[in-house]
């Protein structure tokens, strides 16, 4: 079992840029698939981006070229830039840890952190 805990949230503009970061403990970090998800007031969970088995990365068609994300096993950290953030992307963002690399969906994760919340102001 791996333990995700996500910070960096918080407020922004629109327009702006935010970095959030996912610290892993628990388990050797490399030898999962990690994704990162954001849940909007009232509305389902949706995948944003995610690690593939073969190093590259796949993201959410409404992030693509704003949204990168990053990992370093050795400090057991998975890193979401954000930039040209919209207000509809106000959400809580959570960092999720399972077996499926790349897996646009949730039920192939099976650890998640508290989340941290994301607000874009107009």
């Known amino acids: 079992q791996v333990q995700l805990v996500e910070s960096g949230g918080g407020l922004v503009q629109a327009g702006g840029s935010l970095r959030l970061s996912c610290a892993a403990s628990g388990r050797t970090f490399a030898s999962v698939a990690v994704g990162w998800f954001r849940q909007a007031p009232g509305k389902a969970r949706e995948f944003v981006a995610g690690f593939r088995a073969r190093g590259d990365n796949t993201y959410a068609d409404s992030v693509k070229g704003r949204f990168t994300i990053s990992r370093d096993n050795a400090k057991n950290t998975a890193d979401l830039q954000m930039s040209s953030l919209e207000t509809g992307e106000t959400a809580v963002y959570y960092c999720?840890?399972?077996?499926?690399?790349?897996?646009?969906?949730?039920?192939?994760?099976?650890?998640w952190g508290q989340g941290t919340q994301v607000t874009v102001s107009s």
């Open positions: 999720a840890a399972g077996r499926a690399a790349g897996s646009r969906d949730s039920s192939d994760y099976a650890c």
